[in-house]
């Protein structure tokens, strides 16, 4: 029975936690700084967890491993060029910050339900997000019933599945989506911002547009109705 143990400090020698692992268990912190691996469910409802060291090896946090950690409020995501967070993996962990980024990801790969359920405001996507799931089935969005309000990502290039995948079923108070460097979204494409947009029942309550990094940046494509504020407009040669 190792529900008595609070704290963790796995050795060196260690670079897999096996699936299940820790599920269940009333550990308060763990460190597993060195370990290269995780398996599904390893901190499955780990009621008591608050504070987990992770490895900037791990490439992958497989489906479910923090779910239903509602203490949880330190983690420290890996900082991998490529990183991958699968299917309800921080499910149901409200008390992680309010704010989430991904320091050093230069592209994310996200499962279904990832960070459904939590209590996050403002996201910043890295350069590139892609979603398991395109255009995702009701209930299965990355950001499910998080309390969105401002929304910042790179280097725009398409909306549907970005907007689809942003649903979060009711909270429909984002203020401001920040778009930074190149906006290279087709005119067709537009016809999503009024229609695919169901982040505020069908607009944003403002779009800022910064292209002070962007290659070729242009708004020609946005309504005329939206409420558009363009930081800088850069067009390099």
Known sequence: DNSEVTEVNLPSSILKVKGGAFSGTGIKSINISECELLETNAFYGCHNLEEVILSDKLNTIPSYAFSHCDKLSRINLPQQPYLIIEKNAFDGCKSLPRSLEFPGVECLKLGESTFSDCSITDLTLPRLALFENNY???????????????????????????????????????????????????????????NTCWLTD????????????????????????????????????
């Open 136 to 194: 995702a089935s009701y209930g299965d969005f990355p950001f499910m019933g998080n309390p969105l309000k401002n929304v910042t990502v790179s280097n725009l290039t398409t909306v549907t599945p970005l907007l689809s995948n942003l649903q979060t079923d009711g909270h429909k108070d984002v203020e401001t989506l920040t778009v930074k460097g190149d906006i290279t979204i087709s005119s067709t494409d537009g016809y999503s911002w009024d």
């Open 202 to 237: 069908g607009k944003i309550n403002r779009l800022i547009l910064d292209l002070s990094e962007a290659y070729d940046g242009s708004a020609g494509w946005l309504n005329e109705s939206w409420n558009v504020n363009i930081i800088e407009s850069r067009q390099q040669t």
